[in-house]
DNA sequence: TCTCGCTTGTGAAAGGTAGCACAAGAAGAT
DNA sequence: ATCTTCTTGTGCTACCTTTCACAAGCGAGA
């Protein structure tokens, strides 16, 4: 398993994972790389690709052991512990994350939020009460927090992250619309809807230019 | 311009968009591809090539005017105009979305918003009238939506996205932990918070199993 | 036991994307 | 006018990712 797996494999993994626990939910025993891909928006070959750099859990002439496939998928990504998670920034992306009850239920526990804001510290939001900065060292420490989650104001962003680094945090997501810099050894996401909406207007824009070729 | 760009490409362009916006805002008349590069997490090389497919719009010696490229990256990317948006579920984070000021600031207006949850409709949420899903049709026509935001449990999902695109709609984002069927006219763009953090997951894990080979 | 139908796992080929390296060009100094 | 310094735009190369195609393997049925 020395091989360097690649971002999108990964992150197709997770999409494989997300559909075998709605197959496993739904009590379904055997998937086909077929289906999967399917499901997935990708390819059959790509998915037997996928996994076979970990190994090789299907049976030839059959498919996949759904229950044995999520839970082999679990593990390769690192879902067998739970993750502990700060979240910083408690404005309305951060209080919406405080809210949001899936991540319990894969894995994700979400121990502490942050703010600067006055009126902010102290409340509970979601059954997490927000406290000041100034604890996120020694909170961070306690909890045994692993994942910060930056929903900070833009200019706070570097910061948080570096603070939040140096308290013992090894990844970071990030919904400030800004490139983080981070030493190599932090795994870093960005999620930004704006880019994203941005992305959809170029589609939007070059189909409808397509058409007018066209025409 | 009838080559086709990769999304890659696109999302680098809306990172290169994003980071001229805040050097105009600054003042700053001028940016190299080097600095650019820099504060994108690029290289030098993949800035002049991504933005050669398009023409050429700097000085040789000199760099690119800042002001200038802003300009023809909107343009590229098709923001030249105003995008109506609709958010189709007023849950948490179709509440977080209602309230991100943002948008109005970078060109889309959230002009609709729609649930099925009879205590939330009539509701003004940041300034936007919840609305049932019946009314849906009349107003995409109305008020020219092109863009769909599904913020819905994961099962109305695809039941949502497909009534937007049949109202009108030519771009979906899609918030709901599923991979949607669409048209191939459509775009779609998928944001999962678990996804990302599972991807966080691997990496922190890999890294960690790395370290212990080596002591 | 043998055959048939089906699906995996994988080497090889194809297709794309990113990086290198340098000629071309622009401005300022001498 | 010439030289120096700097940065762009781009052909070429290297790498990486995806797809293809098929042998290997599994189970069911005769």
């Known amino acids: 398993m020395a091989r360097k797996i690649s971002d999108s494999t990964v992150r197709r993994l997770s999409r494989y994972l997300r559909r075998l626990r709605t197959l496993d939910r739904q ?32 049976k030839r002439g059959q498919g996949y052991g759904v229950t044995d496939l999520r839970v082999q998928l679990e593990e390769i990504l690192g879902l067998t512990r739970r993750w502990r998670v700060a979240v910083l920034g408690v404005g309305r992306i951060g209080s919406a994350l405080l809210g949001y009850g899936f991540f319990t239920q894969r894995g994700f526990d979400v121990v502490a939020a942050f703010d600067t804001d006055r009126s902010m510290i102290g409340r509970d939001v ?25 929903a900070t104001p833009v200019e706070a962003a570097q910061k948080a992250a570096d603070r939040a680094v140096r308290a013992g945090a090894r990844a970071i997501l990030n919904f400030a619309p800004i490139k983080l810099r981070m030493s190599p050894g932090v795994a870093v996401r960005e999620m930004d809807v704006t880019l994203e909406l941005e ?17």
């Not at 997935?40 to 090789?56: E, P």
């Not at 992305?199 to 025409?215: R, S």
């Open 126 to 150: 979601a059954g997490v009460r927000v406290q000041p900065l100034k604890e996120l060292e020694t909170t961070f420490e306690e909890q045994e927090i692993s994942i910060a989650i930056i």
């Open 27 to 58: 009590e379904l025993k055997v998937v086909s790389s077929r289906e999967l891909a399917e499901s997935t928006g990708t390819t059959a070959a790509q998915v037997r690709k996928d996994l076979s750099h970990f190994g090789s859990f299907g």
């Open 199 to 215: 992305g959809l207007c170029y589609l939007v824009t070059e189909a409808g230019a397509a058409t007018d070729v066209k025409e």
